[in-house]
């Protein structure tokens, strides 16, 4: 806003005011980051090249490291007034979406003229509600700066946008003076009040004055209960004659309101000028030694002579009594009606040049020049001044400037001025990480770069998958709300800032920044070992590369943390494969490997439960559904020991023992063919046996076992015929 | 602008880079000090706190890199002991038996130095690049979609690109592309390049490194002794093209930088500068074929834009042309969907540029469809700024590429941005001098003491 400066003079400095020479010469250089998550400015002191390639000595105590923010973070009140206005945004993004979509005429039409006028007129109340509040209560928020914004737009929609499109065609003057009397308040209530007290108020200091500017500003109440003073009380016989026929007079001064057509309003007040002109004769009719200075009389001729100079629609006394007033340009531009009538808005630049003339403008005060391109109709140069306020005015001005067609639209290359100062605004949002929604609601109301730019944003909205770790660095109450997040996250809901993303990516079809997330969810929750999790995310990313490494993972408990902790961490799989299975996109390899992952599990938890049968039937079951991974088909080949071995009863048919011996003869005739690390590496990591020799080794006990087994069925005479599986008991 | 923070004595000597995570929640930082420290954000007083400290080169650290949070919590770090080093962050005690590099270097890695409890998130060592002849001075990990690549540029004037085949382990890394700079042909016609892929990955010819790599010491030695015998290596080994009239300490007159281009649709491509040249050439790589140059961008006023399709030979070989002062830095701007690009300089000169690169248009079928392809890349400079008056080190975009920072060594941080006309001006500064003294009372800051 106006008052941030643009730079900043970090402390502790480095170097004293004006000795660069010597900082130079001391081999240190400055480097900067900016941060993704609020375009904060990281800065550090680094060593210029010379010195990185020849360090001499260490500087301990200079490895240091500056922060600085380009805009102070908005305040929880200015954040309030952020957020309602960006639902007058959004509503104003669907008339003109709505608009556009039914016609290119429907917008300037007089319905949608005036829908856009009422919703321009939302953001001045809402200035106006903003200001009040600042000025009534103890708020962080600068009631002078709310007081501009009211003022500013307000002059915008008086200008260009009324609430009755009508009135664009219609003399501006009244309008105009309107404002003026709304915004720039003069004279004071308490000034009358103060006048009315003094029995003679005429002597008072500053009678003269009350009531020229009630003539100019048009408050015909408070002028007339003067002038009845006048008439009643002055010693001057001359002045209380003037004053009794100005009164009517100006009761009667015409307004255009009143008249049902601009002609019969022309008429009327060439009529009433007319009128004027006959007071102006009686004024010059009062000898000179009459005309005030009296003792009791104040100097009431020139003052008068002013009022009617005004009621006449002098120029030059116009100008002259604002100037003498304290009132600025604005005013002049006001109070033009009495010179011009008719002045129109399209006829505002040309009546500027004598006003700015006799009342120069500030060129230092960014309000005055804000307002004086609204009234030059110089649109860009309004919003470069109106960023300069606020990048909130800009943005909304600019939005409707462009409704308005009031400005480009930009040549396709480069933004248009509307998009430029509302992606600045989004930047400015941007220093409020905590805004982030809006942020990028403003970018994608500014097609497909600003689109471009809101997903950089969404996709680096930090997740906080891990509830506990984000409680630890916020505040009391953000934090547990934030572990509550994490918590029914990890139950397998969609929910907080993640839910919210998606639902930004839903409705600005952001379908691969939504991914991306999802991705990067899956990659997190891998990391924490919610495996199921994982899964899940990488189902809704149709990221199957990403399935196949969360599995590898899975499998890599099983090397790393053996079968126990392999099939609890399963469990929360399993659920996801069955969503699978339904999922058409889903295909190929990495299913196969989560299937197996799920089945190997499942093969455990019956070891686990001693479910002998059942096991060994999974066993065989896994080989003939070819879901193992040659990888593990040693590993799986091993587990069959103990059954083979199992005494109590033959587990396996005939058939399964074959199946299990051609596997063994498998890697046995690959590893000779020097394949050995693809059946055996697994193997050699689980057994924690050495390398592919050993785990070679290892695998002659699979081929003892299968040799006893198939004695045992020729011993006993069992398991030798198809699909058999007989208990021997005791 | 106003100041949020400070962290005195970040590092026991002059930080050399300084590099946020994708959310800008973690800070990474390296020195002199040949540490690498990792610094959190805490949100609630926006203070950062150390997270992990540890040793991780033999000489300086000159650049930091993360690597896109899909694929975990990956640091690259490149440095003047003339390796890469890849980090990884893993969760409770799991590294160290997944990794055959996971040991550290002198017994001080990562998590040495701190007790950080539960012995969660320590950061491991996966691998060690070491294919350098020269200092290694910039690295860029790819954008996501062309998988887990890391980018390096060293003193030897050689691009070289590494992508990690095994990600889950993270410690296999295949040099997929090692290119010499300076000596890279110019494409307008891609198929004119029969030079077949094999020549990118096979051994450099670049033999001249007389430095014992593996002494631990080697590089640490002397690096002023290193870069001179580096600027002699180099002199011999690539001929008249780096042999500048004029021309002295190359490590010290030099700039080695790169930077992606974050735009997948042009597949892979970066903006390199390397040695004295005072160019940067925007590199297509692929896998069918050897890297081409599609564009150079020249500042120097006698040759302002170097097109594609232009004379093979260049700008560097013409010895008439003063020596042109080297870029030291180069940064690729995110494009959100722009019609071109925005790549930002800084160089010797104390000049900042900003180049506005438009890809090749792709010919429509069209009768005029050959015209179009002869325009192919073209660049010009849309802003050209020199209030930094002394060599300028280092250029970065914010993540939307609307607002570029540049640091130099006047000890100023400046900023620049666009106006609504497109046209770049200065948005601010950050200084290090001492303000003056009416200003030096409205300071509003805390001091974020450094947690060690």
């Known amino acids: 806003m106006s008052e941030e400066r643009n730079y900043v003079h970090l402390v502790p400095p480095l170097f004293e005011q004006g000795s660069l020479p010597d900082f130079v010469q001391s081999g240190r250089s400055v480097g900067a980051s900016l941060s993704p998550l609020d375009n904060a400015i990281g800065v550090f002191v680094g060593p210029s090249e010379k010195t990185m390639l020849a360090p001499t000595q260490r500087r301990a105590q200079e490895g240091r490291m500056y922060f600085a923010s380009m805009h102070k973070p908005p305040t929880l009140e200015r954040r309030l007034f952020i957020t309602d206005t960006s639902v007058i945004f959004a509503a104003f993004q669907n008339l003109v979406t709505n608009s556009k979509a039914r016609g290119p005429e429907v917008l300037r039409s007089d319905d949608g003229m005036r829908m856009m006028g009422k919703l321009a007129n939302d953001y001045v109340n809402f200035c106006k509600e903003c200001w009040v509040h600042a000025s009534t209560?103890?708020?962080?928020?600068?009631?002078?700066?709310?007081?501009?914004?009211?003022?500013?737009?307000?002059?915008?929609?008086t200008l260009y946008l009324p609430p009755n499109p009508a009135l664009l065609d219609l003399p501006v003057s009244d309008d105009l003076l309107e404002w003026l009397n709304i915004h720039f308040i003069e004279p004071s209530t308490?000034?009358?009040?103060?006048?009315?007290?003094?029995?003679?108020?005429?002597?008072?200091?500053?009678?003269?004055?009350?009531?020229?500017?009630?003539t100019l500003r048009h408050l015909t109440k408070a002028t007339t209960f003067f002038l009845n003073l006048l008439s009643t009380s002055h010693p001057s016989p001359h002045l209380r004659s003037l004053s009794s026929t100005l009164i009517p007079l100006l009761a009667s001064h015409p307004r255009l309101g009143e008249f049902g057509s601009e002609r019969e309003f022309v008429v009327a007040s060439k009529r009433w000028k007319s009128s004027v002109k006959g007071v102006r004769i009686e004024l010059d009719l009062v000898p000179e030694d009459e005309r005030g200075g009296e003792e009791g009389e104040g100097e009431w001729w020139t003052n008068l002579s002013d009022l009617v100079g005004i009621l006449e629609g002098r120029e030059e006394v116009v100008l002259r009594v604002v100037g003498e007033l304290g009132g600025d340009w604005r005013e002049g531009v006001g109070v033009w009606g009495w010179v011009d009538g008719r002045v129109r808005r399209g006829d505002l630049p040309d009546i500027l040049p004598p006003i700015l003339n006799a009342l120069p403008p500030d060129p230092t005060s960014v309000e005055e020049m804000l307002h004086l391109s609204l009234f030059k109709g110089d649109t860009l140069e309004a919003l470069k001044w109106a960023e300069k306020l606020d990048p909130w005015l800009a943005a909304h001005l600019g939005d409707c400037l462009q409704a308005l067609e009031l400005i480009g639209e930009g040549d396709g290359e480069e933004p248009s001025a509307r998009d430029h100062y509302i992606i600045s605004y989004a930047h400015y949002l941007h220093s409020d990480p905590a805004l982030w929604r809006l942020t990028v609601d403003y970018m994608c109301a500014c097609g497909d770069v600003g689109k471009g730019m809101g997903d950089e944003v969404l996709k680096r909205v930090p997740l906080r998958l891990r509830g506990s770790s984000a409680s630890k660095q916020t505040p009391l109450g953000k934090g547990k709300e934030r572990e509550g997040e994490g918590e029914s996250i990890k139950r397998g809901e969609v929910a907080g800032v993640l839910k919210e993303i998606n639902q930004t990516c839903w409705e600005y079809g952001r379908e691969e920044v939504r991914r991306m997330v999802c991705r990067i969810a899956a990659q997190e929750f891998t990391q924490e070992k919610e495996y199921g999790l994982a899964v899940s995310y990488c189902t809704s990313a149709e990221d199957w590369e990403g399935l196949g490494r969360v599995v590898d993972k899975v499998l890599e408990e099983y090397v790393q943390r053996g079968p126990a902790i392999f099939t609890r961490l399963v469990a929360s799989v399993a659920p996801s494969l069955q969503q699978l299975r339904v999922q058409p996109s889903a295909y190929g390899p990495y299913i196969h490997r989560l299937m197996f992952a799920v089945r190997?599990?499942?093969?455990?938890?019956?070891?686990?439960?001693?479910?002998?049968?059942?096991?060994?039937?999974?066993?065989?079951g896994m080989f003939c559904d070819d879901v193992v991974p040659k990888s593990w088909w040693a590993v799986l080949l091993g587990d069959a020991v103990d059954l083979l071995g199992y005494q109590k009863a033959m587990l396996f048919s005939t058939s399964g023992v074959c199946v299990l011996l051609q596997k063994v003869e498998e890697i046995q005739v690959r590893t000779e063919q020097g394949s050995g690390d693809d059946y055996l590496t697994v193997l050699a990591r689980v057994t924690k046996c050495g390398g592919i020799k050993e785990a070679l080794h290892r695998l002659k006990r699979v081929r003892l076992a299968l040799a006893r087994y198939f004695a045992r069925c020729t011993v006993i005479d069992v398991g030798g015929k198809e699909g058999g599986f007989r208990g021997v008991k005791g | 602008m106003i100041q949020t923070g400070l962290v005195q004595n970040a590092h026991d000597d002059l930080v050399t880079d300084a590099s946020y995570d994708f959310y800008g929640l973690r800070l990474a930082t390296c020195g002199l000090d040949q540490r690498i420290k990792i610094w959190g954000l805490d949100e609630s007083t926006g203070t950062w706190n150390v997270e992990d400290d540890w040793k991780a080169h033999d000489a300086p650290i000159s650049k930091l890199s993360w690597a896109h949070p899909e694929f975990g919590s990956i640091l690259a770090s490149s440095s003047f002991d003339r390796t890469v080093k890849i980090w990884e962050q893993t969760s409770g005690g799991e590294g160290d038996s997944l990794s055959p590099h996971s040991h550290s270097l002198n017994g001080t890695g990562p998590g040495g130095d701190l007790d950080r409890g539960k012995g969660r998130d320590k950061w491991v060592e996966r691998a060690v690049l070491v294919d350098s002849k020269g200092t290694v001075r910039m690295l860029e990990f790819s954008p996501r979609a062309f998988g887990l690549k890391v980018a390096s540029i060293s003193s030897d004037n050689h691009l070289r690109i590494y992508e990690c085949l095994e990600q889950p382990t993270l410690t296999s890394w295949v040099l997929t592309e090692e290119v010499d700079i300076l000596t890279l042909p110019y494409s307008s016609t891609p198929s004119s390049n029969s030079h077949s892929h094999t020549v990118a990955i096979a051994t450099p010819t670049q033999t001249h490194s007389t430095l014992d790599r593996d002494g631990p010491g080697a590089a640490s030695a002397s690096l002023v002794a290193h870069a001179l015998q580096q600027s002699q290596a180099q002199a011999q080994g690539s001929g008249g093209t780096v042999g500048r009239p004029g021309m002295g300490n190359r490590e010290a007159d030099g700039g080695w930088c790169l930077s992606w281009c974050k735009e997948r649709y042009w597949g892979e491509v970066l903006a390199v500068g390397c040695g004295v040249s005072g160019v940067i050439k925007i590199i297509q790589t692929s896998p069918s074929r050897r890297?081409?140059?599609?564009?150079?961008?020249?500042?120097?006023?006698?040759?302002?834009?170097?097109?594609?399709?232009?004379?093979?030979?260049g700008p560097t070989a013409d010895s008439d042309i003063p020596t042109?002062?080297?870029?030291?830095?180069?940064?690729?701007?995110?494009?959100?969907?722009?019609?071109?690009?925005?790549?930002?300089?800084?160089?010797?000169?104390?000049?900042?540029?900003?180049?506005?690169?438009?890809?090749?248009?792709?010919?429509?079928?069209?009768?005029?469809?050959?015209?179009?392809?002869?325009?192919?890349?073209?660049?010009?400079?849309?802003?050209?700024?020199?209030?930094?008056?002394?060599?300028?080190?280092?250029?970065?975009?914010?993540?939307?590429?609307?607002?570029?920072?540049?640091?130099?060594?006047?000890?100023?941080?400046?900023?620049?941005?666009?106006?609504?006309?497109?046209?770049?001006?200065?948005?601010?500064?950050?200084?290090?001098?001492?303000?003056?003294?009416h200003e030096r009372a409205d300071v509003d800051m805390e001091e974020n003491q450094a947690a060690d």
């Not at chain 1, 914004?149 to 002059?155: G, P």
């Not at chain 1, 308490?190 to 500017?213: I, S």
């Not at chain 2, 890297?291 to 093979?312: M, N, R, W, Y």
């Not at chain 2, 060599?391 to 939307?400: F, K, L, P, S």
């Open chain 1, 600 to 620: 190997y599990a499942e093969f455990h938890q019956r070891l686990g439960n001693q479910d002998w049968q059942e096991a060994a039937l999974d066993l065989i």
């Open chain 2, 291 to 313: 890297p081409v140059t599609l564009l150079t961008l020249d500042p120097s006023p006698t040759l302002p834009t170097f097109s594609g399709s232009g004379d093979a030979s």
């Open chain 2, 324 to 437: 042109p002062f080297a870029i030291t830095c180069v940064s690729w701007a995110p494009s959100c969907g722009r019609s071109y690009h925005l790549i930002a300089t800084g160089g010797r000169d104390g000049r900042v540029r900003i180049w506005k690169i438009k890809p090749e248009e792709i010919p429509d079928g069209e009768g005029d469809s050959e015209e179009r392809e002869r325009e192919g890349w073209t660049g010009v400079v849309v802003a050209d700024f020199d209030e930094h008056k002394s060599a300028v080190g280092r250029v970065e975009w914010n993540i939307t590429g609307t607002i570029l920072s540049s640091a130099g060594n006047d000890g100023r941080v400046r900023l620049w941005k666009a106006t609504a006309g497109s046209v770049w001006r200065p948005a601010g500064h950050l200084s290090v001098e001492q303000a003056e003294e």
């Open chain 1, 190 to 214: 308490e000034e009358g009040d103060a006048l009315v007290m003094n029995e003679k108020c005429w002597e008072a200091e500053g009678f003269w004055d009350y009531l020229l500017r009630t």
């Open chain 1, 137 to 157: 209560t103890t708020t962080h928020l600068p009631p002078q700066h709310y007081n501009t914004l009211y003022t500013s737009f307000s002059l915008f929609t």
